[in-house]
């Protein structure tokens, strides 16, 4: 889910760089550098999600989208959308894999237990 999430927001922060050339005082190379960079950020943090720093990286991206909006105003509200779907992905994706581990450890104490009788 986090994956995703991230999938969907470099689409966003590329498409802010695109909208910040008319709406700021950027030229339109560093806006859509900036854009294309952030949009990179996300996908480069999605990549490294099976290691630890890829969810620090996630994080980050999360703060960056919220700073954004003293660029781009409208970031404020959708870098909050984003950090909320973030934390919303992350600690259910936390509870899902302690639950499947939970399982997973009574699934082989009941196969030992019933199949010991046979």
């Not at 994956?3 to 859509?32: H, N, Q, R, Y």
């Not at 996908?43 to 969810?55: F, T």
């Amino acid at each position: 889910m986090c994956a995703a999430i991230l999938a969907l927001e470099a689409v966003v922060l590329f498409l802010t760089g695109v909208v910040s050339i008319g709406m700021t005082d950027l030229g339109a190379g560093p806006a859509l550098g900036m854009g294309v960079g952030l949009g990179l950020f996300c996908v480069l943090a999605a990549g490294l999600l099976g290691r630890p720093a890829g969810y620090a990286l996630g994080w980050l991206v999360q703060v960056v989208s919220l700073a954004l909006g003293f660029v781009v105003a409208t970031m404020f509200f959708l870098g909050a959308v984003f950090a909320a779907l973030w934390a919303t992905a992350y600690f259910l994706g936390r509870r899902i894999d302690e639950e499947k581990a939970e399982r997973q450890v009574a699934e082989e104490r009941w196969r030992a237990e019933h199949e010991a009788g046979h």
